[in-house]
């Protein structure tokens, strides 16, 4: 890809809410506190199959 075709799928891009549960409830990573977001950051996924 050159330096234009990135440009123009950036242009494209929409905002993705994730959402998760905390103490209870689930709401908007982007709406919790600094803490909570980089104790998000931090964790690690779970696969059970394994």
């Not at 409830?25 to 696969?47: H, L, T």
């Amino acid at each position: 890809m050159n330096e234009e075709e990135i440009k123009d799928l950036e242009k494209k891009r929409t905002k993705c809410l994730v959402y998760s549960r905390v103490v209870g409830y689930i709401r908007p990573v982007q709406q919790w506190n600094e803490g909570k977001q980089a104790e998000f950051n931090e964790r690690r996924s779970f696969d059970e199959s394994c």
